[in-house]
Every structure is written in C-alpha cells, then in structure tokens.
C-alpha cells in the first residue's frame, strides 16, 4: 500500500470487520470499481468460515450474524455444512438428525458453527427450520419439538422413580 501511495485514500474506505486493510486488497479494488469486480458476501462468509476450520482464526468477527443478512449468512453456513456432512436424501431425514439434539449439538461443536447459531436459536432444530423456509415441514418441526419434550420427561419420571426406591430402600 505505501509502494502504491494508496495509504490516504484507503483511510476513507471503510472494511467489514472480518478484513483487513492490509492483506485484502480485493476489497479496495471491489470499493474502486464496483460494475466491474463481482463481490458475493456469502462467498466471503464461506471463506471465512473454511478459514476458522483450518485454524487461521479463531473465531467469528463480533455482529458478522447481526441483523436480516446475518441470519441469511448464518443460514447458508449451515446449509454448507449439511451439504459436507449430513447425508440426508430427504427434508425430513434432517429433520431426524436434527432432533436429536445432543448428537447434532456435538457435531456442531466439532464444525465450529455451536456458539455461531447459538445467540440466535434456542436449538439446532429450531436453526434448520428457519433455515430451510419455503422446503421446511412444519409436522416434522412439532414432531421432533414434541418428540424431545418427551425423552426428558420421561426421563425425568425415571429419576424421580430411582429417588423414591432410594428413599425407601434407606428407610428400612
């Protein structure tokens, strides 16, 4: 950039938080001549995201998933990421996968994605549903929604059980 002599005129262009001024000169030309350089933002969240798997960041940018667009990158990361790891024919075989909140939970953790969807979405379930708008199935959403609520119940009623057998084994 000082080679150049474009230290002043890049002060007045403003970078997203995730670039900076000094390596990603493809955003300055971008800023330069905007009819003739194509600019997709969901390719740079990609390319962010597969930066973040190598272990070139550490984390996401803060507010990269703030906002309308934020939740649209966020969704498109998350269709990456079943399109990489999910196999899934059908709607509904994510919508299994996804119910099963604590494997999907561990895979999502292991993806780095975890603590992306998690400010936004209160499960993973929740996050594939909104993600998938007009392909999305809403029996399948309460099916799997109803279907979790059940296996903690139920398994709440279990513990209870054991307390009780407990209390009373003691009591004799």
């Known amino acids: 950039m000082q080679k150049l002599k474009l230290d002043q005129a890049c002060k007045y262009i403003q970078f997203p938080r995730d670039l900076s001024p000094n390596s990603d000169y493809w955003w300055i030309?971008?800023?330069?001549?905007?009819?003739?350089?194509?600019?997709?933002?969901?390719?740079?969240?990609l390319n962010m995201y597969k930066r973040?798997?190598?272990g070139e960041i550490k984390h996401f940018p803060r507010n990269v998933f703030d906002g309308t667009?934020?939740?649209?990158?966020?969704?498109?990361?998350?269709?990456y990421f079943i399109s990489e790891n999910i196999p899934a024919n059908t709607v509904e075989d994510l919508y299994d996968a996804f119910g099963?909140?604590?494997?999907?939970?561990k895979e999502l953790k292991k993806a780095k994605l975890f603590?992306?969807?998690?400010?936004?979405?209160?499960?993973?379930?929740?996050?594939l549903h909104s993600s998938l708008e007009d392909e999305s199935n809403s029996l399948y959403y309460h099916y799997q929604q109803y279907m979790d609520v059940f296996e903690?119940?139920?398994?709440?009623?279990k513990q209870k059980k054991r307390k009780k057998k407990l209390k009373l084994y003691n009591y004799f």
């Open 29 to 45: 030309i971008y800023k330069a001549f905007p009819t003739q350089v194509s600019y997709e933002p969901y390719q740079r969240v």
């Open 52 to 54: 973040l798997l190598k």
């Open 69 to 79: 667009e934020g939740a649209e990158y966020l969704n498109s990361l998350l269709h």
């Open 100 to 105: 099963h909140s604590a494997n999907i939970v």
């Open 115 to 127: 603590y992306a969807y998690k400010n936004k979405f209160y499960s993973p379930l929740d996050w």
């Open 152 to 157: 903690k119940t139920s398994q709440n009623i």
